[in-house]
């Protein structure tokens, strides 16, 4: 009975410490994930600005540009 109870704490042991490893690749998994989503949210918003100022720019330009009024027929 005691053998048995060995091996079973045995296999806890390994079964906590295979645990105990994929938590901590885990911890760096989303240490990295949230690296990459910082900069991803970082270029996001820098396209979005740049977008924003396109859009402006086009405006500005469309306001410049004369005015062709069609004949009446």
């Known amino acids: 009975m005691l053998a048995a109870m060995d091996k079973e704490l045995e296999s806890l042991e390994t079964k906590v ?3 105990v490893t994929r938590i901590k690749e885990m911890g ?3 240490g990295r ?3 990459a989503l910082a900069q991803a949210l970082k270029e ?3 396209l979005q600005f740049r977008l924003e ?6 405006s500005a330009l469309m ?10 027929a």
């Open 33 to 35: 994930l949230g690296e």
């Open 17 to 19: 410490a295979a645990l």
């Open 28 to 30: 760096v998994q989303n």
């Open 63 to 72: 306001e410049r540009l004369p005015i062709v009024e069609e004949d009446e």
């Open 53 to 58: 100022e396109t859009k402006s720019r086009v």
């Open 44 to 46: 996001n918003a820098d």
